[in-house]
């Protein structure tokens, strides 16, 4: 169930009145009332949060302007994007281990014989790796373009 805004802006700011509430939300007080009553809308809302040094988007939810569930989408898929690619392989690679533990713990229970070795083992190649291997295919491709270069001025005389 939502909260309301005074309730909330008093969990940070203990004893704000409405008028430092009004000033706060950047509305007079007699407006103030009157959202308070019909509802206020998120710019109100990120204004209030922030002025008291709230967390604006834990206002919009805790105020039912935006859900939970709309959140977490955001927050994962942002994550997912700016993770580093060597933290999404650990998480692959965890995720498959324990997979197989399960899977393992379920054949035997199952009276069944352990699965076959993988074939295929991923292996996490340090940094350091990655890092020279990119710095290798830089030198490649500027090498390449000097090459073409070279070509076209042969071609010419």
Wanted: aromatic share 2%; charged share 35%.
């Amino acid at each position: 169930m939502p909260t309301d805004l005074m309730s909330y802006l008093r969990r940070y700011r203990p004893g704000l009145t409405r008028e430092e509430a009004a000033l706060v939300c950047g509305v007079s007080i007699a407006t103030l009332s009157r959202r308070l009553r019909e509802g206020l809308d998120a710019d109100e809302v990120l204004r209030a949060a922030r002025a008291i040094g709230a967390p604006p988007v834990e206002a919009l939810v805790e105020l039912g302007l935006l859900a939970t569930s709309e959140v977490d989408e955001a927050t994962q898929a942002t994550s997912v994007e700016s993770a580093p690619d060597r933290v999404l392989l650990e998480e692959l690679l965890e995720r498959a281990r324990e997979r197989d533990a399960v899977d393992a713990a379920d054949r035997d229970e199952a009276g069944l014989p352990p699965a076959p070795p993988a074939r295929f083992v991923p292996r996490v190649v340090p940094e350091a790796v990655v890092s020279d291997l990119h710095e290798t295919i830089a030198d490649a491709a500027d090498d390449a373009a000097d090459w073409e270069h070279e070509d076209e001025e042969r071609e010419r005389d």
